[in-house]
């Protein structure tokens, strides 16, 4: 059986370097979670160390996407001049070792006029897709300045994947503040803050038409769907007073592809199933944030019904997908 990884997570030290030169106001305080234990070290290592974490929990295949928060937060120029050298080096990797890299481009979303082209020159270059946030400083990603991202995605048949992020920091003030600060920043991000972000996010997409004029843009959202699919009987509403053409529930199963992030948990699949179809679930680990087991990974497998479905979920959904010949990367 294949396996491929998805959300499978690196950085380099000058992106790092970039991001904390920033000043206070413009920072992304969930940084610090890129430098718990040796996360930092194996972000910033494309080769020996990777694979052999591959080889231990029987992965095959990693899709490489930039550790939040990405260039997001950079000014404009810096974030088009490194986003451009990010993903350089991804194409590197990917050459290096065809058979066991793809990756996802990084995008300079503070520069709106760039995106587009940037996501034409990765895909020219073997990309499978771009990982984006929903919201870069103040502009929302439904923001019509990004509405050439996702007709070029679209025309590419590049899937875009919306990876959570940290809160507003009026928001944190509000609803994450009063504890202490590992707590805080824990409420704030991987506790709760960063699901509801990109949930809100692809909501927003949904909301804003996207779809409707886009009906070929896959997007991708993580950790079983970010909340959206446990809160589809409501948020099935907004497609009325929206004036969308289909209920949320059907832009998701058309639209939307969840993935696993690491969650390894039979009653989420079990959840998720009753929300979308087996063909629009695909693996990961959110490496190295998470770091499952071989036995863990195979103890979960074993929930699926069949062999084709498992199948589908560890290999054929991401190969049809982001367009993968794993024959043609191995004989590369």
Same mark, same amino acid.
């Given at each position: 059986m294949t396996v491929i990884g998805i959300e499978e997570h690196w950085t380099t030290p000058e992106l790092t370097a970039a991001l904390k030169r920033l000043p206070a106001s413009h920072r992304d305080d969930s &940084?610090?979670?890129?430098?718990?234990?040796?996360?930092?070290e194996r972000l910033e290592d494309l080769d020996v160390l990777r694979i052999a974490t591959m080889d231990e929990q029987g992965i095959d295949m990693q899709i490489l996407s930039v550790a939040p928060p990405a260039t997001g937060p950079l000014d404009p120029a810096d974030a088009v001049a490194l986003s451009r050298d990010l993903n350089d080096i991804a194409a590197d990797a990917v050459r290096r070792n065809p058979a066991r890299f793809r990756a996802m481009a990084?995008?300079? &979303?503070?520069e709106p006029s760039a995106v587009a082209g940037e996501l034409e020159r990765a895909a020219k270059a073997g990309f499978v897709g771009a990982m984006v946030y929903g919201r870069t400083d103040d502009t929302a990603l439904d923001d019509p300045r990004y509405d050439d991202l996702f007709s070029t995605a679209a025309a590419l048949g590049q899937p875009i994947f919306i990876h959570p992020q940290i809160p507003a920091r009026a928001i944190r003030r509000s609803a994450y503040s009063g504890f202490n600060e590992l707590t805080e920043l824990a409420l704030s991000t991987f506790g709760w803050g960063w699901h509801l972000e990109a949930a809100t996010a692809a909501l927003r997409l949904i909301a804003r038409g996207t779809f409707d004029r886009h009906p070929d843009l896959q997007i991708i959202l993580g950790h079983w769907g970010e909340l959206l699919l446990f809160w589809q009987d409501r948020v099935n509403s907004i497609a009325r007073t929206a004036g969308l053409e289909r209920t949320v529930s059907e832009y998701v199963r058309s639209n939307v592809f969840i993935t696993?992030?690491?969650m390894f948990n039979s009653a989420l699949l079990e959840h998720t199933l009753t929300a979308t179809t087996i063909d629009r679930l695909l693996f990961s680990t959110d490496y190295p944030f998470q770091r499952p087991t071989r036995a863990e990974i195979e103890e979960f497998l074993a929930a699926f019904d069949s062999d084709d479905?498992?199948?589908?979920?560890?290999?054929?959904?991401?190969?049809?997908?982001f367009g993968i010949d794993l024959d043609a990367g191995a004989n590369h």
């Open positions: &940084m610090v979670l890129n430098e718990m234990g040796d996360n930092l990084t995008l300079p &979303m503070a696993s992030s690491g479905d498992r199948a589908r979920f560890t290999e054929g959904n991401a190969r049809r997908l």
